[in-house]
Structures are given as structure tokens and as C-alpha cells.
């Protein structure tokens, strides 16, 4: 690991502004993915900037708005009452990602922002385009089984690893950040890009721009909603696939839905045409095959 310098921030407003000058600056929430990829020698700041402090805790509630802060825990999002109550696919989607010991260190924040768990991106050995742009990626034509399928690119076949992002995406969140150029908020469905030609980039956000908080509307497909994940071992494992699915229903009609899948893309994987054909049809069997048709043909 190389030498950092640690800093405790003193408020949002100066760290967003002080950080574009802090040459190889990053900030440092609850560690988890963050510390592990600094002695593996993937992430190599020049100085650590501890947000902890900075992030408000708590989770506001006004008319249909839910406003979850970045610095909340894991476990402590999962668990509370207005996230079970309104959006039990958020709840399970952090119940069903790492161990009880990461969520509680584990923060909103990073969690959208973790890296991915390509092993060829976590060895240093190996070559990968989005540790160092243009080196090549060993992983296409590599040892391949838990990679992307959808969203990927020639340069990178990385699938995206936050649960709690494909929730969110189902949902149509909205994150809000603070950066040097002020505060704005970003739908969450427009928040990660595609790899395209240079996968180091994989969000819109700009260099010291913070994540301060989530926004979730209450709706009935919300209400009504499950996160399924597939994967090797029944915990402290990442989807080998998931969907985060919500219906609104009236007896068996369906009149709006809310779905999103992981483990299988680059980046949360939604297709809005196929929430669409959901609208006005029946819970059968034909429904969904015809709908899971439609998601894997995008
Ligand atoms: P940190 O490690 O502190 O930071 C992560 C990144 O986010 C850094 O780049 C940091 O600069 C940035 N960052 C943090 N907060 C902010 C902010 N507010 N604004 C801007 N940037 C910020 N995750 C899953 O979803 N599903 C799983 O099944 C799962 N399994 C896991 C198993 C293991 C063994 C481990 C180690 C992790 C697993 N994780 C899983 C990942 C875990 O959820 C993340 O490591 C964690 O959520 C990261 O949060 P953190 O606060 O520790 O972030
Ligand atoms: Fe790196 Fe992406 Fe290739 Fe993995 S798939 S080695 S992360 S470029």
C-alpha cells in the first residue's frame, strides 16, 4: 500500500471545493470496498478524505418523499420502518448483499459507488482497461462465468455489483450531490453509464462531487415489491443474477410495474419499454414470459 495522507472533512461545502485541488484525492466513507482495493494496490490515493462526519444520518419523510441520507449504514437503512414499510425490495436488496458485519460499516454512498469485483481488476497482475485505460482486459476470453451480458463493450465485460443500485434503479430514485459548481439532483436511471471506450468512468458525477442523499416517491408498485438474487452461497456473496421487481395491481391486472436486473450488466439493467408492456395485462404465466422475452432482446 502507498503512503496517504488522512484527512478528517471539515464541512460538504469545502471538501467538494478543496478536493479538485488535492492532486489523487478520495474519499473515504465506511472503508469497505475502499481500504481492501488500497492493499491490493488497485487504488493508490495521495490522500484519504474521511467523509463520515460530513454525510447527514437520517431518513426524512415529506407527503410521498422519502430522503435517505448517503451516511446512513446498510443495516440501519434495511432495517428502518419507513423503508420496510414502503419499499421492501430496497430492504431486501441490503439485507441479501455482503455480511451483518459490512453493512454495519457499509454507507449508502459507497455503496453506489463501490467498484466492481471483476478478479481481474482486483489483481493487479492482470491487465484491465479500467484500472489503467488502454492496458487491455484479460478477463475477455478469461475466466468469464460471472461476468456482464448485457451493456458490455469491447474494451470491458465488468458487471455491476451494488444491489442496492439495482432497487433503486427499479424504483426511479433520484440521487442527490453537492459539488464544487453547487447541489443537483440526477435520476438515478441516468446516474451509471455505459463502459463504451474508456470503462474507468461508470457515473455521471464530477471530480469531489458527493452523493448526499437518495430519494425514493412511495407508490403502490413500491409497496408492493420483492429483490430476488441468485447466487453461489447463501450469504456474503454478489448476484450471479437478481431482479428487483414491483406491481401495482388490481386483483390480477397489473397497472404498473417497477423492475430492474443485476449481475448480468455493466450497470443496473432496466428496460422502460418492458415496464410498459406490463400495464393493463394479466399476472399469467404468458405475461411474464412474453416481458422476460422482450428485457433480454435489449
Ligand atoms: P467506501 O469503501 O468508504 O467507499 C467506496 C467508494 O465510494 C469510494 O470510491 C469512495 O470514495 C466513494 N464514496 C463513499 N461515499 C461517498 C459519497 N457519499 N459520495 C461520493 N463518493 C463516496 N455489495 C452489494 O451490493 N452486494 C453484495 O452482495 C456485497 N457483498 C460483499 C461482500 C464482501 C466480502 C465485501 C467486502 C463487500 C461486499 N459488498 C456487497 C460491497 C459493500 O456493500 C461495499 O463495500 C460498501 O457498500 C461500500 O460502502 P463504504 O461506505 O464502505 O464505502
Ligand atoms: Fe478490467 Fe473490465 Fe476487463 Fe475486468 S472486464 S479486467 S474490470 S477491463
Known sequence: MQVFRFKTGDSVESEVQDFGSSEGAMYLAGGTTMLDLMKLD????????HISSLVHKGIERSKDKILVSAGM????????????????MVSEALLLSASPQIRNMATIGGNLLQRTRCPYYRDVTYRCNKRETGSGCDAIGGVDRMMAVLGT????????????AVSLSALAAVVHAQGARG????????FYIAYGEDPIAENILENGELITAIELTIKPAAKNSLYLKVRDRA??????????VGLELEEDTIR?????????????WFVAEVESFF????????????????????
Not at 73 to 88: C, G, R, Y
Not at 183 to 190: G, L, N, S, V
Not at 280 to 287: A, L, P, V
Request: charged residues 25%.
Open 73 to 88: 449504514t446498510m443495516s440501519d437503512v434495511a432495517e428502518h420502518a419507513l423503508i420496510v414499510e414502503n419499499f421492501p
Open 235 to 244: 450469504s456474503y456473496e454478489f448476484a450471479l443474477s437478481s431482479a428487483a
Open 183 to 190: 447541489k443537483r439532483t440526477i435520476p438515478i436511471r441516468e
Open 256 to 268: 404498473s410495474a417497477s423492475i430492474a436486473l443485476g449481475g448480468v450488466g455493466t450497470k443496473p
Open 153 to 164: 463493450s469491447e474494451k470491458c465485460i465488468a458487471t455491476h455489483p451494488s444491489d442496492l
Open 42 to 49: 488497485v487504488l493508490r490515493p495521495d490522500s484519504l478524505v
Open 279 to 298: 400495464v393493463d395485462r394479466k399476472t399469467t404465466r404468458g405475461t411474464i414470459e412474453k416481458a422476460a422475452t422482450r428485457l433480454a432482446k435489449k
